[in-house]
């Protein structure tokens, strides 16, 4: 009996191999593509502060200085569109010299004084002031002040568009290889994105229009800029299977 088993598997062997499934050929690009624009809308970063012997005298300087800029910012010349954006408030003690140790355990200290801070995001449109928009909180009383970038008005699209052109680098980079190796390009295996790039924050869905009730401001040190265009880079992974050619059809 053993004699007749083991023919019988060595047959049976070949029709099982014969039934796997055919590792499809494939090939693997990256690529990347990029789509541009001009820029909609600036970003200018505010850094507010504040300092006295009293929490209390802190805050309310704070908040004095926020209700100026809330409502004066708005009255920039030109401005079309504004949003404004806030952190949450940042107290810390001024502590002696020796102290500070104690405020990273969060311990009282002998405080000289206190420190208040916040961050303010501006969103606006046109793009042009935003160096007047800098100039003005400065000459607010703003201490810190930084251009931050510039945004597009549909940054999904612009996602979309540099996605696409990706793409289209892909595909013909596997043609070129499928045509070197006497293969055509079959069905696509799969897409992922290869690699992240920095994308600032989105904008606010709806930024403010604006509506001035009193008389327009202009900086005392107007700064003229020259907005960047707006440039949105993606880069993706690509599988592509290989085929045969179709073979020709005789007329």
């Not at 996602?159 to 696509?188: D, V, Y």
């Not at 799969?190 to 930024?207: G, V």
Request: net charge negative; proline share 8%.
């Amino acid at each position: 009996m053993k004699q007749l088993i083991l023919p019988a598997l060595m047959l049976a062997s070949p029709l099982l191999a014969a039934c796997e499934p055919e590792t499809p050929r494939t090939v693997t690009v990256t690529a990347e593509g990029w789509a541009v624009e001009p820029a909609h809308y600036a970003v200018v970063e505010l850094y507010i502060g504040a300092r006295a012997e009293t929490r209390a005298g802190a805050l309310e300087q704070a908040q004095a200085l926020f209700t100026t800029l809330e409502e004066q910012l708005p009255q920039l010349d030109g401005l079309e569109s504004f949003d404004l954006r806030t952190q949450e408030l940042d107290i810390q003690q001024d502590c002696p010299r020796g102290q500070n140790r104690t405020i990273f355990v969060g311990a009282p200290c002998d405080a000289l004084a206190y420190v208040v801070s916040q961050d303010i995001t501006i969103t606006l449109s046109p793009v042009r002031l935003a160096g007047n928009m800098a100039s003005l909180a400065n000459e607010l009383g703003v201490l810190n002040v930084e251009l931050g970038h510039f945004v597009s008005a549909d940054a999904e699209a612009l996602r979309r568009a540099a996605a696409q052109h990706a793409f289209t680098n892909a595909r013909e980079s596997a043609a070129m290889m499928a045509e070197a190796s006497g293969l055509e390009l079959g069905e696509i295996i799969s897409i992922q994105p290869s690699n992240d790039y920095y994308r600032p924050p989105p904008m606010p869905s709806e930024p403010q229009a604006i509506v001035v009730t009193g008389q327009r401001l202009t900086p005392a040190s107007q700064l003229e800029i020259a907005p960047e265009d707006v440039r949105e880079i993606r880069q993706i992974e690509v599988v592509f299977e290989l085929v045969d050619p179709a073979p020709d059809s005789d007329d």
